[in-house]
């Protein structure tokens, strides 16, 4: 409990630090700085599961691409039933979806050809955006929309309707739809529980949900709501994806995408276990 703890607060900090920066200085910081942030973010990212996608080819790569995509459209279709599509306006600097996709080909290919502790660039690359979303925030009116709440039972309704199709179709268990992204512990959960072909594809699924967050939230933002938007984003968006959702709705959404990304992460372990258990029982 107290390790969890500290682990939000490590993330919170610099959101209060860059505030405080902020308001004492009486300055925004540039929003050329946001999406230069973003870019390096995801190519780090990239590079340091570049191992593990390419790794994993074929009908496992094939049938991944399609489980992650239906998680991401399902899901911003549902958040859309709940909370009202906005203004193309809403999603700021869509240009950013070619850099962003740019820097996932990139970081891909170096992460490919060359071996480097990428994972160690990643962490203080987020807390430097964290530290420029506070700072920004600090000359921004907050309204909390309490719509925006809605997003973690809209995630978990998105994973329960595609993890039981796939389910039902390829006997694949609906854990995997659960992980929410958190491919670091979907994939190795399942696989020690003894379903090696679960735990390949919950690692690679969630895997390319977060990167499909990243290439396709600038297009979602334009047709469906905010909820059904950070829904995608599971519990990638108190950390990877956060920078995402900067750019496409401002600083001071950083806090619901963190709320969002913060409730999910403590479920995830509950949740992938559960299910999966459950569906072993009644295979």
Request: proline fraction near 5%; glycine fraction near 8%.
């Amino acid at each position: 409990m107290v390790q969890q703890a500290l682990a939000i607060a490590k993330y919170v900090v610099p959101i209060v630090l860059g505030y405080a920066a902020g308001w004492a200085l009486k300055r925004r910081p540039p929003g050329f700085l946001f999406t230069a942030v973003v870019v390096v973010l995801v190519f780090f990212v990239a590079a340091n599961a570049a191992a593990v996608v390419l790794r994993n080819i074929g009908v496992f790569l094939a049938l991944s691409i399609l489980y992650s995509l239906a998680l991401v459209f399902i899901t911003a279709v549902l958040g859309s039933f709940l909370n009202k599509p906005e203004a193309v306006g809403a999603a700021r600097r869509p240009v950013i979806s070619l850099y962003v996709a740019a820097a996932l080909a990139a970081g891909l290919a170096v992460g490919a050809s060359a071996e480097f502790n990428y994972a160690s660039a990643i962490d203080p690359l987020l807390l430097f955006l964290l530290f420029i979303a506070g700072a920004d925030m600090a000359h921004v009116d907050v309204r909390l929309d309490r719509s925006v709440f809605l997003a973690p039972a809209v995630a978990f309704l998105g994973a329960g309707v595609v993890g039981f199709l796939f389910a039902l179709a390829f006997h694949i268990t609906p854990a995997v739809a659960l992980g929410m992204g958190w491919y670091s512990f979907t994939g190795p959960y399942l696989a020690s529980a003894g379903d090696a072909v679960g735990g390949a594809y919950g690692l690679l699924v969630n895997f390319l949900r977060e990167q499909f967050t990243f290439l396709l939230g600038p297009v979602l933002a334009r047709r469906f709501s905010k909820v059904g938007v950070l829904a995608v984003g599971g519990a990638t968006t108190m950390d990877n994806t956060l920078p995402l959702y900067t750019a496409l709705y401002g600083s001071s959404f950083a806090l619901y995408a963190f709320a969002n990304g913060v409730i999910l992460t403590a479920l995830v372990p509950v949740m992938v276990p559960v299910i999966h258990q459950f569906y072993i029982c009644c295979m």
